[in-house]
């Protein structure tokens, strides 16, 4: 809100500071939540796009105060936000990741977007509504996630890829693996690989499996002990990262196998 004893189409100093520390705060308390989670758009990207859409808000309300009452000048105050909708898109597109069958970031990517709406609000001086949508996208990013996660432990399939080398009868070791931890292979797929290893000139090849799992403890300590067999010569490193993290926030910080 500018003068609301004056001219409606000027602000104060103290005003514009203040949208301005706010839009910060604002923008960081969602960008924080993000860079816990190593996503890629963190902390000072989200209060760069919440404080730049928060200024270009201000901008376009009272950049162009001086030709208000120009006769052949039209002042739309919402002209240049809208564009800011719009424009926003190429950050969250950079946000968004595609490995294999997974796409990642696409929350990520409209946090983005929500914190440049978030931003214009605070410009435009519609503090009730920059202040309840930044709580509830706190909610939805904190606590909804846990609960998501907890919901769909056992409903979404787990994906664990291997490079192995092409040895007759390693599939049937590895499926045995996960048959011993009560874990259900339910899709497997397997490509050559693009050179050979060793001095025997031995063949590669990956392999992704789509698991269905009761206990995430039991995918971690069938993928520890695959990973020790001999013809094994890699396996994605994001698998047992994911897992320990997984495990350890559903057991509050502890871990043990």
Known sequence: MGDTH?????????ELVFRMILAVVLGGSIGIEREWSNHAA????HILVCLGSTTIMLLSIYGFSQFVYETNVRVDPARLAAQVISG????GAGAIMRNGNMVK???????VWVVAGIGLCVGAGFYMGAILSTC?????????NKWEKHMLLHRRPQQVELEILDYPGALGRIASAFGEHEIQIANVTMR??????GENDMPTMYISFSLK???QEKLLAACEGISKMDFVLSMEAATFQMLRKQIMNSQGGSLSI
Do not use: M, P
């Not at 004056?6 to 103290?14: P, R």
């Not at 963190?42 to 990207?45: A, E, L, Y």
């Not at 050559?192 to 290893?197: I, L, R, T």
């Open 6 to 14: 004056g001219n409606i189409w000027e602000i104060t100093h103290l």
């Open 42 to 45: 963190g902390f000072r990207t």
């Open 88 to 91: 926003i898109g190429f950050l």
């Open 105 to 111: 970031g696409l929350t990520t990517a409209a946090s």
């Open 136 to 144: 509830l996208v706190l909610i939805s990013l904190y606590v909804l």
């Open 192 to 197: 050559q690989g693009d050179e050979s290893v």
């Open 213 to 215: 799992l009761n206990k």
